[in-house]
């Protein structure tokens, strides 16, 4: 992922726009989703042990490889919101840990 690629501008729905960072992008059963923080939000953590918000979407990839629309996951899609959630449990413990 280049630099460019690392952030998406998002558009509220009263046309404001704010920058996230994607945090990592994943495919499972032919489905893409991605993990993106609110730049703004993440400016302001302090250490490792504050708390930031994660948005995940599901995503439909460009034929340049980039990310394109973006799609919400359904609220009732329980098994889906779990993948999420088991997704970035792995990518905190493995991109967070610290060595002794």
């Given at each position: 992922?280049?630099?460019?690629d690392k952030y998406i501008t998002l558009i509220g729905e009263d046309d404001t726009e704010v920058l996230a960072e994607v945090v990592f992008?994943?495919?499972?059963?032919?489905?893409?989703y991605v993990l993106l923080t609110l730049t703004t939000e993440f400016d302001e953590v302090e250490d490792l042990?504050?708390?930031?918000s994660?948005?995940?979407?599901?995503?439909e990839e460009l034929e340049d490889g980039s990310i394109g629309n973006l799609?919400?996951?359904a609220e009732s899609s329980d098994e889906e919101w779990?993948?999420?959630?088991e997704m970035l449990a792995t990518f905190e413990e493995t991109n967070f840990e610290v060595e002794n």
């Amino acid at each position: 992922m280049t630099n460019e690629d690392k952030y998406i501008t998002l558009i509220g729905e009263d046309d404001t726009e704010v920058l996230a960072e994607v945090v990592f992008t994943f495919e499972n059963d032919g489905e893409n989703y991605v993990l993106l923080t609110l730049t703004t939000e993440f400016d302001e953590v302090e250490d490792l042990d504050s708390e930031y918000s994660v948005l995940a979407y599901k995503y439909e990839e460009l034929e340049d490889g980039s990310i394109g629309n973006l799609i919400e996951i359904a609220e009732s899609s329980d098994e889906e919101w779990e993948l999420v959630e088991e997704m970035l449990a792995t990518f905190e413990e493995t991109n967070f840990e610290v060595e002794n």
